[in-house]
C-alpha cells in the first residue's frame, strides 16, 4: 500500500478448506441384533452447490460402549451417493450405536463428517390393533369438549387377521398437565363379543389452559387392551378441552392497526381442535360501525376497521349453524403518528413472473394514485 509518507506492507496468512455437507441416513432408527442395517450418505460441495462426485467415504460404526464394530471405505458415485451394508451378530451390545461418515483428503485425514444415532434393541411386533373413537352423545365426532362434559367413545381391540379381541381387559385414562401429569378420569371393563369397549368419563370442571391456546387444555385419553393371553397393547388419542366452543383470532393486515386509516382485519374461528369453524360474526370497536360477517370453509372472513391512536380493544362474536355461540375481547395495537401509509396487495402469494398489484394508502392526499 502507498502512501504519501511512504509504502507499507501487510502480510496475513488465510486458510481454505474443502467443506462438504453430508446427509446421513439409514432406513429405520431402530435395528434388533441379525438384522441388517443399511446406510448411504449423499455428499454436497457447499462451494457450488454440486455433487461431491470420486471422493473417499469412510463409514464407521460404534456400538453401545464404545467398541468399532464396523469400518469400510467406500467412494462417492457421480450423483454423491456412497452406500454400504452391515449384518448385526444374533449377540451384539443393545442401547445406542453412533454411525459416523468420513470424508477424508488427499492427506488421509478426516476433514468433514456426519454422524447419527441409531437403537439396537429387541422388540416385538404388536399382537393385535386398538382403536379410539370418540364421540358425542349423538354418535358425531366431537370437535372438541368442555371443562364438566362426559367424554365417550369406543374401544376397538382386533387381532391383524380378523378376529376381534373379545373378552380382553380394558382401562381408559384420559390425563391433562396443570403443575404437573395428572388423571383427569378412567374406566375400566371388558370387551365384548366384537371385541369392542364402550367407555364414559366425566372430566373435571376445571383445566388449566394454555394461554397461547386461548385456554383450552390438551388431554390424553389412552387406552389398554389386555387379552387372556396376557399381551398388552396401548393407544392414545389428544383430546382438547375448552371453555369456549370457538378459538376466536383477529389479525390487522399490517400486523398492527394504521391508524387513520380503513384496515382489513381478518376474523379466524376454529373449534377447539383447530378444525375451521363457519360462523357468522359480529365485530364492535370504538368509533367503527358493528361490522358483520361470515367466516368462509377455512374459518376466515375479513372486515374493515378505521384504526385510531393507541391501542383498542375489539369485541368479536360468532355462532355458528349449530347453536354455538362465543365471545372475545381482542386488544389491537395501533402505530403512532400522524403520517402513516398502508400498503396491500389483492393477494399473499404469487408465482414467479406474475404481476403484483400494490395499492399504497396514505393519511396525506396525494394528486394522483399511487400503484
Known sequence: MDTAIGSAEYTQNIRLDNKVSILLTTEKPVYQPSQTIHVRALALD????????????????????GNK?????????TYGIASAEFGLADEVNLGTYHLRALMDDAAETPRNMAEIALRVERYVLPKFKVAVDLVGKDAKAKRGFR???????TVRANYFFGKPVDGAEVAVKASATDVDLFEAGHSEGKTDSDGSFRFDIHLPKFFAGHPLDQGAARVLVEATVKDRAGHSESRGEPVTVSES?????????????????????FILTA????????????????GNPDRMASTDKGGIAIVLLRGGEGRMTIEVEASDREGNHASRSIPLQSGSGLDQILLRTERAVYRTG????????STRPCAAPLW
Do not use: C, M, W
Request: charged share 25%; no cysteine.
Open 46 to 65: 457447499r462451494s457450488n452447490h454440486k455433487a461431491t462426485a470420486g471422493h473417499k467415504l469412510t463409514f464407521e460404526l460404534e456400538d453401545s460402549r
Open 69 to 77: 464394530v464396523f469400518r469400510r471405505i467406500t467412494q462417492t458415485d
Open 147 to 153: 371443562p364438566g362434559d362426559h367424554l365417550t367413545g
Open 245 to 265: 366452543p370457538f378459538l376466536i383470532t383477529a389479525i390487522p393486515e399490517s400486523g398492527e392497526l394504521v391508524p387513520g386509516l380503513e384496515n382489513q382485519v
Open 271 to 286: 373449534y377447539p381442535d383447530g378444525t375451521p369453524a363457519q360462523a357468522d360474526v359480529r365485530v364492535r370497536a370504538p
Open 354 to 361: 406474475e404481476r403484483i398489484r400494490l395499492q399504497v394508502f
